[in-house]
T-cell receptor, first 117, second 112 residues
Framework: GAVVSQHPSWVICKSGTSVKIECRSLDFQATTMFWYRQFPKQSLMLMATSNEGSKATYEQGVEKDKFLINHASLTLSTLTVTSAHPEDSSFYIC?????????????FGSGTRLTVV | QKEVEQDPGPLSVPEGAIVSLNCTYSNSAFQYFMWYRQYSRKGPELLMYTYSSGNKEDGRFTAQVDKSSKYISLFIRDSQPSDSATYLCAMSVTDSWGKFQFGAGTQVVVTP
């Protein structure tokens, strides 16, 4: 149990376009989901906390108008990279946990590799 | 200074050897410590978690936390080629579940 699915697994887009990444909890409901970004050979950096039915909370230095997060249901959070540029190319990963589990229960999606050309 | 420091490796060991990994951190508020394994182009998967100081063993894996030194370790006994991956340490303060601070990850290569 506790499976998190991300889609797409990879995407290539042109500079200036927008890309939407989906994060779904397949067998549990998640009030909160987290979005991370990982550059090659670097650690995962928390970008934002996605809260069902309310606005996302962004970490310092993350542009909320560039990285739009929508947590419309208890099983789906989306991250939209708007007006993407080559420097946005990275590996984006989401995580979530069932509400009845502690911190050990966080499951990560398989990630989305975004390449902006 | 990064909040969590981890040697990126690569760390190459022969099959059957003990793999020793470690992280240091600066934030004394961290209470929960996790080790994740990440294969290339995949999301991290949880291997071990510990609360506060102490040791924890699970099969071939042993996690140690020394809060006084702000130092955590992961040992993998009888290493196998399938253990070849990047190992990430992660930490969080008591009330910030999900908001983990990750190390950069150590790449481990176990050679047959």
């Amino acid at each position: 149990g506790a499976v998190v699915s991300q889609h797409p697994s990879w995407v290539i887009c042109k500079s200036g376009t927008s890309v939407k990444i989906e994060c779904r909890s397949l067998d549990f409901q998640a009030t909160t989901m987290f979005w991370y970004r990982q550059f090659p050979k670097q650690s995962l950096m928390l970008m934002a906390t996605s809260n069902e039915g309310s606005k996302a909370t962004y970490e310092q230095g993350v542009e909320k108008d560039k990285f739009l997060i929508n947590h419309a249901s208890l099983t789906l959070s989306t991250l939209t990279v708007t007006s993407a540029h080559p420097e946005d190319s990275s590996f984006y990963i989401c995580s979530a946990r069932p509400n009845d589990r502690g911190g050990y229960g966080y499951t990560f999606g398989s990630g989305t590799r975004l390449t902006v050309v | 200074q990064k909040e969590v420091e981890q040697d990126p490796g690569p760390l190459s060991v022969p099959e059957g050897a003990i793999v020793s990994l470690n992280c240091t951190y600066s934030n004394s508020a961290f209470q929960y410590f996790m080790w994740y394994r990440q294969y290339s182009r995949k999301g991290p998967e949880l291997l071990m978690y510990t609360y506060s100081s102490g040791n924890k063993e699970d099969g071939r894996f042993t996690a140690q936390v020394d809060k006084s030194s702000k130092y955590i370790s992961l040992f993998i006994r009888d290493s196998q080629p399938s253990d070849s991956a990047t190992y990430l340490c992660a930490m969080s303060v008591t009330d910030s579940w999900g908001k983990f601070q990750f190390g950069a990850g150590t790449q481990v290569v176990v050679t047959p």
